[in-house]
Nanobody, 124 residues
Framework: QVQLVDSGGGLVQAGGSLRLSCAAS????????MGWFRQAPGKEREFVAG????????AYADSVKGRFTISRDNAKKMVYLQMNSLKSEDTAVYYC?????????????????WGQGIQVTVSS
């Protein structure tokens, strides 16, 4: 059974950093692109970052470019989101997701499995 478990969220001051982690099981992680999405209250779920099966390709939402970094460790079946220079508008529930195949994707409709979500709150 496919399972993604998100962890690492919490409360942080603006300008601070957090690292989110996603532990994967139940599928061949090394064959799958992965992504991070987020959803704030009253907002649509939006793409944050994606990474290809090997980690050789990444993509970021314009709002997080230069501040967030997605990475993966296929041996550990983990994907990470390092978030630096956090802003209040980054406050949301963040979700790890399994991508459409080897590639990453930017549409939530393309993703095949989701973590439970973890709250990130950035205070000013």
């Amino acid at each position: 059974q496919v399972q993604l478990v998100d962890s690492g969220g919490g409360l942080v001051q603006a300008g601070g950093s957090l690292r989110l982690s996603c532990a994967a099981s139940g599928f061949t992680f090394s064959n799958s692109g992965m992504g991070w999405f987020r959803q704030a209250p009253g907002k649509e779920r939006e793409f944050v970052a994606g990474i290809t099966w090997s980690g050789g390709g990444t993509a970021y939402a314009d709002s997080v470019k230069g501040r967030f970094t997605i990475s993966r460790d296929n041996a550990k079946k983990m994907v990470y989101l390092q978030m630096n220079s956090l802003k209040s508008e980054d406050t949301a529930v963040y979700y790890c997701a399994r991508g459409p195949g080897y590639d990453l994707g930017v549409s939530s409709a393309d993703y095949r499995a989701w973590g439970q979500g973890i709250q990130v709150t950035v205070s000013s």
